[in-house]
Every structure is written in C-alpha cells, then in structure tokens.
C-alpha cells in the first residue's frame, strides 16, 4: 500500500529565507508524487507534479521538488520565500485502480513566513 | 476558464436534516471525486466516478451517497448530517487514469451542522 509521510506540521521562515518542506513516501511501485497548496477555506491547488523523467520538477510560484528514489523522498524546495507562500502544503502520491487514480495524502505541514 | 464549481461554498444544516452539495467542472474530465476535509486534516476520500461506474471507499459511512446525472456534473447527499460530519467538502475531477494522474480541485464546500 502507498503512503505519504510529511516530517513537520508547522514550518516558520522569515521572508527571503530557502523553503524546506520533507515529504517521504512509501510505494511498491513507481510512484507518481504530487504537491499541491491549499490556502484558507480554499480547494487545493496544483504546485507541481513528478511522473516519469527528470527527477527534478519545477512547478508553480518558484517552487520545485527533487524525486530521489534512494531516500524514497519528494522534497519541496523555494529559494527565497514571500508572505503569499503562507499556506498549507500537502504531498501525495497517486496509484492506479480500475475505477481511476487514486490520491494518497500526507498530513499536511502549515508554512508560516515572517516578517 | 475550464474549471471545477463547487456550490454553495458555504452550507448551514440542521442535525439530521439532509443536504446536497453539488459539483460542476467544464473540463470534460471521466472521473469525479469527493474528499472530506476536517479541520486540520488531510482530504480523505469518499467515493468517486469514473464516467457512470461508482466506486465507494470502503469506510464511507452509508449516510453518504453521490449521482451523476452526467459527464458535468455530481452530487454529494448527506442523508442525516450529524455534528461529525461538519467539515469541507472537496470536488475533484482527473481526465482519465492512463494519460493524467493530477487531480483539479474545486473550491470546496464548508458544512456547518447545528
């Protein structure tokens, strides 16, 4: 079975600072990995998505992400954050069933950006 | 724009008295989706479509059902909300499994059970 594990529910960085946010996934296929953002009483939205081929995937807003298979990681990356990146960031992984594709979630980790 | 639309966004019920939520999406999408979102949790799937076959997760409580008249458009029924069931409720649709894996979202519907 696949799973998502988020490392950190609440991440703080000042303004300007790298954005980390650590996703670990767990799949007994090869996994098509997701981040999407969700903003306050808001639907989530697409960050940036990795299926086959190149192993670093940029996205939305800056953001990127690195598909290591070794470490079984999908981290989430911004070289110099904004105020308006202050969301909550979900990770996922996709499987394949007969009835369509399926979303796996982490738990999520809230961004806090400071002043 | 193609989107999905999700209406209302925001929905007051009565304990036990049922409720529809409903989805529309213009991207001509098979599959439809729907995810409960509570408070600081991650979306958990409820059920969806693809094209008219329903598939149910197997811990959907039976006080949830879903229709989809059409490609267009689907329906979540709360037959006797209760106060658990407050939460957001997400729309998602995906183009079909073998040539897209992403999922659009809708905005989301806030239930609110008094």
């Known amino acids: 079975a696949q799973s998502v594990t988020q490392l950190g529910s609440h991440v703080s960085v000042s303004e300007g600072a790298l954005v980390l946010l650590r996703c670990n996934y767990s799949s007994s296929v090869p996994p098509y990995l997701f981040w999407y953002v969700q903003y306050p009483n808001q639907g989530l939205q697409l960050l940036l998505k990795y299926t086959t081929g190149a192993t670093l995937v940029k996205g939305i807003n800056g953001f990127e992400a690195e598909f290591k298979k070794s470490e079984t990681s999908f981290h989430l990356t911004k070289p110099s954050a904004h105020m308006s990146d202050a969301a909550e960031y979900f990770c996922?992984?996709?499987?394949?069933?007969?009835?369509?594709?399926?979303?796996?979630f982490g738990t999520g980790t809230q961004l806090k950006v400071e002043l | 724009d193609a989107m999905v639309i999700q209406n209302p966004r925001y929905q007051v019920t009565q304990f036990g008295k049922p409720v529809t939520l409903s989805c529309s999406q213009t991207l001509n999408h098979n599959v439809m989706y729907w995810y409960q979102q509570k408070s600081s949790q991650a979306p958990k799937l409820l059920f969806h479509?693809?094209?008219?076959?329903?598939?149910n997760e197997a811990d959907t409580p039976d006080n949830f059902q879903s229709r989809r008249p059409n490609t267009s458009f689907c329906f979540l029924d709360i037959r006797s909300p209760g106060l658990g069931d407050a939460a957001m409720y997400l729309c998602a649709t995906s183009r079909d499994p073998i040539s897209s894996y992403e999922q659009y979202f809708g905005p989301g519907t806030r239930l609110t059970v008094t």
């Open positions: 479509y693809y094209d008219k076959d329903f598939n």
């Open positions: 996922a992984v996709s499987i394949l069933t007969g009835g369509g594709n399926k979303l796996t």
